[in-house]
């Protein structure tokens, strides 16, 4: 686990992790999501409050699954909220 992520299921174009920073936590889900899907690369992004589910889907040309597991887990990124 990275900066309190956990990868439940991947392809090659999409990763599932779990994020504690978004659970119960509607703000902080709306703003991770807002800020991932203006990056270039990312097509889309979910954030699910109930069971701090996230998923993104992106462009593997660009990024690969432990770069997506690492731009998430940037105090940054989890930090914008």
């Known amino acids: 686990m990275l900066s309190g992520i956990r990868v439940k299921h991947s392809l090659p174009h999409r990763v599932r992790f779990r994020m504690s920073s978004v659970r119960h936590n509607e703000t902080a889900a709306r703003s991770l999501e807002k800020r991932a899907e203006g990056m270039d690369g990312i097509l889309w992004v979910r954030a699910n409050t109930k069971c701090a589910g996230v998923v993104v889907r992106f462009d593997p040309r ?20």
């Open 62 to 81: 660009v990024y690969s699954e432990n770069e997506i597991i690492d731009i998430f887990s940037r105090p940054a990124v989890q930090g914008a909220f």
